[in-house]
């Protein structure tokens, strides 16, 4: 299906686009006013002083409709009314793509980021209760009462531990190791696939612990305080003990890993990477927290999504940590693999539910364009699929709860199966603070190593800058020293 959008202002395209394509599935959207196209969507936001008027257009090769909305302009800052108008125009078209397709096109409404808990956070700090949040997110963002109950719940939940301007100077921090043994077909993950480990980590080690060691000065002559880490990749695990003891002593040596760093998590995502070696390496180093992601329990899937471990794999990594005596355990999940329906959904659950880790981490497919599975579906139709999914998403909500899990944060990707979300459980006292702390952006997140992103918030002026280190571990060392350079002028400009 070929879609034409005609936006005026053009400021407004970004606003609709998502809206658009998650209306229009698989359509392909362009901007180009006169040409032909099986659907055209023409919208105007004229300004005036008191008043704004949008208009919209949409003509299909069937038929055309016209709609017409004037609005009070409210007496406000002009960033506050560019927002306002932005959610306006987005609500607007929102009901209109409703009524044309006849269905709810996204559960949370206009809300099409991939951090919504934020909003709800937003108006706690306006005050407001949690009925009244819930009310807003439906009435003025178009969220489900599922959606809205489920965003305000989270933010709840996980307000105790997120950062304030009183925190002090804490930071949390992310070292990223964008390396895997193999690719998953379904991984959109644009890292490297390990082929030589010795030609190939030798100098992506050297260029990290440069960017470790550099910033250590930054980190100390501005006082900052690691509150979390978080080894994430790619899979970490694929680095050799000798390599991960570099590391850590790296990290201890610059005050990186202090008696006051909380939490260390290592992403141990794939269970073919581990070892009892490892794993005493990392309990020494004060790391309290790893992952081991079966993402199904199903040992048909995993070979189908190239995973190269079975699920036996899985609670053997498992009891290994256990034995260790590393304090906490997440097990992620994902809902919509090819061949799964709720009987194997089921399965997953009530294994990992018989291994009762500290957090379960429920992910729906997003099949990006990079990944070796992007464009395959299965033989279900797209509604038995979508269908298929809630209900998936669905048991697990169910089945986690009554195991006493609480959900506490929560994130979206473009492209995620009917329109659902990546949801953090916990048990009770087990939250993540570093998954708390990166998703509602409210403490600086230094990024180290490749693809590591760092996120500068300045609580003063109320800003956020981000900046990213490359996936692509030749570029990441190729670029450290400037990536360098630019994180201690950002980190000597926070306040
Ligand atoms: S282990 Fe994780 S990052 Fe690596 S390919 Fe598989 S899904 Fe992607």
Not at 339 to 365: F, Q, S, Y
Not at 386 to 391: N, R
Request: charged share 25%; hydrophobic share 35%; glycine share 8%.
């Amino acid at each position: 299906m070929q879609i034409i959008l005609d936006f005026e202002p053009y400021e407004l395209y970004e606003s609709v686009h998502e809206l658009i394509r998650m209306a229009f599935p698989g359509g392909e959207i362009r901007r180009a006013a006169e040409a032909e196209a099986d659907l055209l969507f023409k919208l105007r936001l004229v300004r005036g002083a008191k008043q704004a008027i949008m208009e919209a257009e949409i003509r299909t090769r069937e038929d055309g409709f016209k709609w017409q909305k004037s609005l009070d302009i409210p007496a406000l800052d002009e960033r506050t009314v560019l927002n306002w108008a932005k959610q306006q125009v987005r609500a607007f078209c929102y009901d209109l793509l409703c009524d044309l397709t006849g269905k709810n096109i996204n559960s949370y409404g206009i809300l099409t980021g991939m951090r919504p808990v934020k909003l709800a956070h937003r108006l706690i700090d306006q005050g407001l209760s949690a009925e009244e949040i819930e009310t807003r997110l439906k009435s003025e963002y178009r969220l489900t009462a599922e959606k809205a109950c489920l965003l305000t719940e989270i933010a709840f939940a996980n307000r105790p531990y997120q950062c304030t301007a009183e925190s002090g100077n804490w930071v949390s921090v992310y070292v990223g190791i964008p390396y895997c043994p193999s690719r998953c077909y379904y991984c959109s993950f644009p890292g490297a696939v390990l082929k030589n480990y010795d030609s190939e980590i030798a100098p992506f080690m050297d260029a990290l612990l440069c960017e470790i060691r550099t910033l250590s000065d930054c980190l100390k002559e501005r006082g900052l305080k690691v509150q979390t880490m978080y080894l994430g990749g790619g899979t970490p695990t694929v680095l050799s003990t000798h390599h991960l003891d570099r590391l850590f002593n790296e990290l201890f040596k610059g005050g990186w890993i202090t008696a006051e760093t909380a939490e260390i998590t290592v992403e141990a995502g794939r269970p073919d990477t581990l070892d009892l070696d490892k794993l005493h390496l990392m309990k020494a180093a004060g790391v309290n927290r790893i992952c081991i992601n079966p993402q199904s329990m199903n040992d048909e899937t995993l070979a189908a999504i190239g995973r190269r471990h079975d699920q036996k794999g899985v609670v053997q990594s498992l009891q290994w940590v256990r034995e260790v005596g590393i304090e906490k355990i997440n097990m992620d999940v994902i809902i919509g693999l090819p061949g799964e329906g709720l009987k194997e959904n089921t399965h997953t659950a009530n294994k990992i539910l018989e291994l009762r880790p500290d957090n379960i981490t429920v992910h729906t497919l997003a099949l990006k364009k990079g990944s070796l599975m992007s464009g395959q579906e299965s033989s279900f139709t797209p509604q038995e699929r979508t269908g298929q999914v809630k209900a998936g998403v669905e048991l697990f909500s169910r089945l986690l709860r009554e195991a006493g899990y609480i959900p506490y944060y929560l994130y979206r990707q473009k492209y995620m199966k009917a329109s659902m979300e990546n949801l953090g459980y916990a048990l009770p006292g087990c939250f993540c603070l570093y998954n708390i702390q990166m998703i509602e952006e409210r403490q600086t997140i230094i990024g180290l190593g490749g693809g590591a992103g760092s996120k500068f918030i300045n609580s003063k002026a109320g800003t956020l800058e981000s900046l990213y280190n490359p996936k692509n571990p030749a570029a990441y060392c190729e670029t450290v020293q400037q990536l360098i350079s630019r994180k201690v002028d950002k980190l000597r400009a926070l306040n």
